[in-house]
């Protein structure tokens, strides 16, 4: 054997199966680009077992918590005391759920005197309402690749 054929023969025999073994081991353990997240919601506390959950997500902090600027939206038969949705082929990210019982299923967050709420609402992070809704970095929750559960207790 050359020179050349002894080369060929070195590259066949342990480079080429050693590089595609290399290959193969950083592909499985780099991200994939575009790769999707999916957030699991639990809402509970609700006071009764009538009504449809809704449920709002939202993705651009301005956008927070104005129903018409959602991003996507669940809503939910209620059959119990607690119910769940899930969000799908979500990108990585940060992300802020609003969340009301329509106990009467009218479609609209029912509210009082001075705007008092009359049915009950939550967010994720279980973020505080103090005389207006909390701002979206108190709701946030961080996306990454797979899967992310969060609870939400709704307040009357």
């Known amino acids: 054997m050359g020179m ?6 070195i590259f066949r025999g342990i480079l080429l199966p050693g590089l595609l073994a290399l290959a193969m081991i950083l592909a499985l353990a780099l991200p994939v680009p575009g790769a999707a997240a999916e957030l699991r919601v639990e809402v509970t506390g609700l006071r009764s077992p009538s009504g449809v959950v809704r449920m709002a997500l939202f993705a651009n902090p301005e956008d927070f ?3 018409d600027k959602k991003i ?3 809503d939910v038969k209620v059959n119990g005391l607690s119910t769940r949705a899930v969000f799908k082929n979500l990108s990585a990210g940060n992300y802020a759920v609003a969340v009301f019982h329509d106990e009467n299923e009218n479609n609209i967050f029912d509210r009082g ?3 008092i709420p009359l ?5 994720s ?23 992310s559960d969060i609870s939400v207790t709704i307040n009357y």
């Open 4 to 9: 050349s054929a002894l080369n060929k023969t």
């Open 65 to 67: 918590p104005d129903n």
């Open 72 to 74: 996507a939206s669940k």
């Open 113 to 115: 005197f001075l705007g």
């Open 119 to 123: 049915e009950g609402y939550g967010f």
């Open 125 to 147: 992070n279980n973020a505080r309402v103090i005389l207006s809704p909390p701002e979206f970095a108190a709701a946030a929750v961080s996306l990454t690749e797979g899967r």
